[in-house]
């Protein structure tokens, strides 16, 4: 079934009783080219490319729960590559590209808006940062403005300008940069996998992993055992529980990420904006609340939900930020689990175990990386080379110390990030 | 979150500052791979975890806490000088 104005319209005359589910519901066959372990967004989206660009659609993706109900489920939805550092910034270049086209390539509606993000600054410090990082943004091919006092006033003239401790100077402004709706993100991707052929299957848990002779023959799970040349994680913040299956113990500590959304209003912000010294990044969905979020509650988390010191630090820096919201109710708050890197960057490696692929450690960045994620995975899992854009994202560095990512600088330590 | 610090009694978690897990650090001259476990490898438990917490804006002992990462209970806290955790000098 595709979707097409003209669908839409037959639809509407008829009662809509010709729409169809987007994906099977298969049961799990005993064997396959390629198991995918989690059906979030990257898991979804390695399938996608494994059959679209790859040909490979002798292919499962096995999820505990309901496609799309992890983190892909529960994000601030922003989409953005302004990176600098060599290693994320190819990565994330070639993820905005194919966010671009994702819709018209799915042939799906995932809202993607590319409404802009403004990094605010309010010192000259972080304004030779933002001058730095918005050349390196223009180097790689991507867009970047840097916006003065006046310029950001214009644009959101709700923002307090007139904070002393944090004045506003400017911006660095990417207008390519903006949201997606993220269950649609999933859904979009199951569907066009679903369409070649892979079979994803729900409420099928793995149990183990395995292994013989160094490399991987299968998983166990909570619908039987299915064999499966090669196996790839994509299970976000239990990544280092999946992997402990196959005896592989991970540079990872999984963390929990609180974000909120406000009850509905008016239309007031135009683009996503972050506001540098509260860590603190705001936008304004579709139905009107304005979704927000800050740090991580920085200790080891598996509660999907949070503390309440981080809630108050959020509150604070927002009303800091724009005070005309501190009488809006906030509607929600959630957490999600964050497969947390020494480095804050991910891993899209070969593991020690051979044919046995890691897809991890995307930090409170997974959501922007999801199309690039799953095609460069499936580039490594088809022809078992990294593809260009993702040269770097090596398991190994951990070790060796070479080609580190530490993006903000503050050190390759866990607690750091 | 509060932990109850041995010499503080229970304080507020704000009052802590939060290093990751309480790991007994290898010999100075252990291989690679031993300080490669370390500084870097994660048993990443979703149960009780061993975790060291330094009371920053209190006595400023670092803090041997035994933590459930799934409900944020937590189980034991013991000085970090008394853990053990120095290992082989």
């Not at chain 1, 292919?59 to 060599?86: F, H, M, Q, S």
């Not at chain 1, 600054?121 to 091919?141: E, L, M, P």
């Not at chain 1, 990417?174 to 709706?181: C, I, S």
Request: glycine share 12%; net charge neutral; charged share 20%.
């Amino acid at each position: 079934m595709r979707f097409s104005g003209w669908r839409v319209l037959k639809e509407g005359l008829t009662g809509n009783k010709g729409w169809t589910p987007h994906w099977r519901d298969p049961e799990p066959r005993t064997e396959y080219d390629v198991v995918i372990i989690g059906g979030g967004g990257h898991g979804l989206a390695t399938a996608y490319y494994l059959a679209k660009e790859h040909g490979i659609t002798n292919v499962a993706v096995l999820e505990k729960g309901y496609l799309g109900g992890g983190n892909v489920g529960r994000n601030t939805t922003i989409v953005r590559a302004n990176y600098y550092l060599p290693g994320n910034s190819e990565f994330y270049s070639h993820s905005l590209k194919l966010w671009e086209g994702m819709e018209q390539d799915l042939n799906y509606n995932a809202m993607m808006s590319q409404r802009g993000i403004l990094n605010l600054y309010h010192n000259d410090g972080q304004r030779d940062a933002a001058v730095r990082r918005g050349n390196a943004i223009i180097n790689q091919g991507d867009d970047a403005e840097l916006l003065s006092r006046d310029q950001v006033r214009e644009l959101a003239p709700f923002l307090n300008f007139d904070n002393n401790r944090f004045p506003i100077m400017g911006g660095l402004m990417q207008r390519r940069a903006g949201t997606a709706r993220h269950d649609a993100v999933a859904w979009g991707y199951a569907r066009g996998a679903d369409m070649r052929g892979v079979d994803l299957i729900q409420n099928c848990e793995v149990t183990g992993i395995d292994v013989e002779n160094g490399k991987v023959v299968g998983v166990q799970t909570a619908r039987g055992p299915i064999r499966a040349r090669k196996v790839a994680l994509a299970a976000a913040g239990r990544s280092g529980q999946v992997a402990a299956m196959a005896g592989l113990t991970l540079p990872i500590e999984s963390h929990v990420l609180q974000a909120f959304v406000s009850e509905g209003l008016k239309p007031i912000v135009d683009h996503v904006i972050t506001f540098a010294e509260g860590h603190l990044y705001i936008s304004q969905s579709d139905k009107g609340g304005l979704v927000f979020g800050s740090y991580l509650d920085f200790y080891s988390s598996y509660a999907a939900r949070g503390n309440l010191p981080m809630v108050e630090h959020t509150m604070e820096s927002f009303v800091a930020m724009v005070p005309a919201v501190s009488k809006a109710r906030l509607l929600r708050s959630w957490g999600g689990i964050m497969d947390m890197t020494p480095d804050g960057s991910p891993i899209i490696d070969h593991s020690p175990i051979d044919g046995l692929y890691l897809n991890c450690g995307w930090c409170y960045g997974g959501f922007k990386a999801t199309p690039g994620s799953g095609h460069v995975y499936a580039h490594l899992i088809a022809t078992d080379r990294p593809h260009g854009a993702a040269t770097k994202l090596k398991l190994d560095r951990f070790r060796s110390g070479h080609g580190l990512m530490d993006e903000e600088g503050t050190g390759a330590q866990h607690n750091l990030h | 979150m509060r932990i109850a610090c041995p010499l503080c009694g229970e304080r507020d978690r704000r009052e802590f500052y939060y290093k990751g897990a309480a790991l007994v650090r290898p010999a100075a001259g252990a291989g690679l791979d031993a300080w490669h476990e370390y500084v870097n490898l994660r048993e990443n438990p979703a149960g009780p975890l061993d975790e060291l917490w330094y009371h920053e804006m209190g006595c400023n002992s670092w803090l041997k806490v035994t933590r459930d990462t799934a409900t944020h209970e937590i189980l034991a806290v013991q000085l970090a000088a008394e853990a053990g955790l120095g290992g082989e000098p």
